[in-house]
């Protein structure tokens, strides 16, 4: 591979992000593959597993551990990078017709599969080194979760609603944090997997309608298409059902006053997300999606406080 190869960047990547910056060239396909130069995405991964966590920390009247907090964002940017690139190799001849898409690794053969596969495995695999340095019930659970990630990158082939099987995965973690901090499942954190599945499907749609007219050539499916020009009316009733099942994980767990206050904090950002952003501007689009993790630090910061309080 050449030089100029190597350092061609992804067209959706912020331009000057520490990878293009700092890695060295040869390394920087790989970070791409991972979507290193794009972080929303380990964000959103780690969100349910922080959210679930404080939860269960709250409940139990003490704050959540720094070193399970530490391992759950390794882990998400880990079991992230290992599902984009696995993702992207199913997907590369699907990516090389899409605009947004085809500078990816490889597409644009910057990579090779063979190359490709082995670092998802690397990546997978330390992922599992760090799960299991924890309880049993969190490891099984865990793995729990591998058909339905394995599943998503097929589902825009077979169904309108591929959002809806990256949200059974990308909300896996609801559960397994519940279970790092008290060995077992209970009711709160399957109330929080359903919200974040319709929170997932939300924001997921606005950022599909980047690719809708990419989409409608090549066959691809997702509910961005199928919502249309009713999408902000779709995405506001899943963040609603989103709050009202947040709302009643909070009452589950018995959480305080502060997680109610974060919980609507989290609400006015989806509302505001809604009020702004135009679905036929990739920019806004996009600009919207990432704002998600603002949305998960307000959220986050009132569970913690409720389990200081």
Not at 57 to 81: D, E, N
Not at 147 to 160: C, E, M, N, W
């Amino acid at each position: 591979m050449k030089t100029e190869t190597l350092d061609a960047r992804v067209a959706d990547a912020p331009a000057g992000n520490w990878v293009d910056t700092w890695l060295p060239a040869r390394l920087r396909p790989f970070a791409r593959l991972a979507r290193w130069d794009r972080p929303i995405g380990f964000w959103l991964l780690m969100w349910p597993c922080w959210w679930s966590a404080a939860l269960a920390s709250a409940a139990a009247g003490a704050p959540p551990s720094i070193v399970s907090l530490a391992l759950f964002f390794a882990g998400a940017v880990l079991m992230r990078g290992a599902g984009c690139t696995y993702n992207d190799i199913l997907d590369r001849k699907i990516d090389a017709h899409v605009e947004r898409t085809r500078s990816r690794p490889l597409p644009s053969g910057q990579v090779s599969v063979e190359a490709a596969m082995l670092f998802m495995l690397a990546q997978a695999f330390t992922a599992l080194a760090i799960l299991l340095t924890f309880n049993t019930t969190t490891i099984i659970v865990a793995f729990c979760s591998l058909g339905i990630v394995a599943l998503y990158p097929l589902a825009k082939r077979v169904t309108d609603y591929p959002q809806v099987v990256l949200g059974l995965a990308f909300s896996w973690g609801a559960l397994v944090g519940w279970t790092s901090v008290t060995g077992a499942l209970a009711v709160a954190p399957f109330l929080l997997y359903a919200g974040n599945i319709l929170w997932t499907v939300g924001y997921d749609t606005i950022y599909a309608h980047q690719d809708k007219r990419d989409d409608a050539i090549i066959g691809v499916r997702s509910t961005a298409r199928l919502f249309g020009e009713h999408t902000k009316r779709a995405v506001g009733g899943c963040y609603a059902l989103t709050i009202a099942l947040f709302a009643a994980a909070l009452y589950a767990a018995d959480a305080g006053l502060a997680a109610y206050i974060g919980l609507a904090a989290f609400g006015a950002h989806l509302a505001w997300q809604i009020a702004r952003v135009s679905t036929e501007d990739p920019a806004s689009c996009l600009a919207a999606f990432k704002s998600n993790r603002w949305a998960g630090w307000l959220l986050f910061a009132g569970l913690v406080a409720a389990a200081f309080i």
